[in-house]
């Protein structure tokens, strides 16, 4: 079996693109995957279109060789725009190696560990009563048992921080009073803060409200200071959405960073 073409396709989704990818063979069978959408989503087709001309003529089953083809090959670390298109291709390579056995992907990696997994959804409102409501809404509407949410009040950045640090924990308490004290909640930061101790702030102001956990409270590349901040928080540190390869992730766990670890599958490299 050999690759015949690669393409990519750049979709119009709501608030930000998707991008597919499709591989084909000469035997007939096609891999669909997914590439992270970056931002530039053109320079990820671009560099999906680049490595085609590697991969043509191979056998997509050989997927350890071909990704290792594609990582060394761009000689210089590749970064979130490189790394999202080989997970997109090494998504389609799985697909196709499976189609070939007539078995789903999962047993190819071993097998199903669990028969369903929990899911959570995020929460939205610009005022602590908005926010709750929301919270309610979708708690009501389709039974999720864990919720997602900003640890900010709108526009924080435009805002001091000590107005940050009294008005981000009332969004959080208005959700927890009206949700109980059995739905989990997260808190996603966005990597938005750059000083440790300032994050240091936001979790212990967050803190007796019981987050399930604080994602991403700092840059994610910072491992050694996500390391000194895990070690003060009160609240599970989470990471990992903006980690690419093994390698990072081996350094991640080496330095004990990080309580929950959030790998993406389509930027992570696969």
Known sequence: MKITNITSYVTDAIGHNII??????????????????VRPDLGVAATIDYLKDWLIDQDPRNIESLWAEMYQGLRFPPGSIGLAAISGIEHTLWDI????????????????????????????????????????????????TGLKMNPYPPEPD????????????R??????????????????????????????ELADAMAPYKPYFFEEPIRPENIQAMAYL???????LATGECLYT?????EL???QAADIIQPDVCICGG
């Open 20 to 37: 597919l990818v499709k591989t084909e063979t000469d035997e007939g069978l096609t891999g669909w995957g997914e590439a992270y959408c």
């Open 97 to 144: 190696s499976a189609q070939a056995l007539g078995l789903p992907v999962h047993k190819m990696l071993g097998g199903n560990v669990r028969d369903k997994i929990r899911v959570y959804q995020s929460v939205q409102g610009n005022t602590p009563e908005k926010t709750a409501e929301h919270a309610q809404q979708l708690i009501e509407k389709y039974g999720y």
């Open 158 to 169: 435009k805002q001091l921080w000590n107005a940050v640090l009294r008005d981000g924990p």
């Open 171 to 200: 969004f959080i308490e208005a959700v927890r009073d009206a949700v109980g004290d059995d739905i989990d909640i997260g808190l996603d930061a966005h990597a938005k803060i750059f000083e440790p101790i300032r994050a240091l």
């Open 230 to 236: 895990r070690r003060k928080m009160t609240i599970p």
């Open 246 to 250: 093994k390698f990072q992730f081996n």
């Open 253 to 255: 766990m080496q330095a």
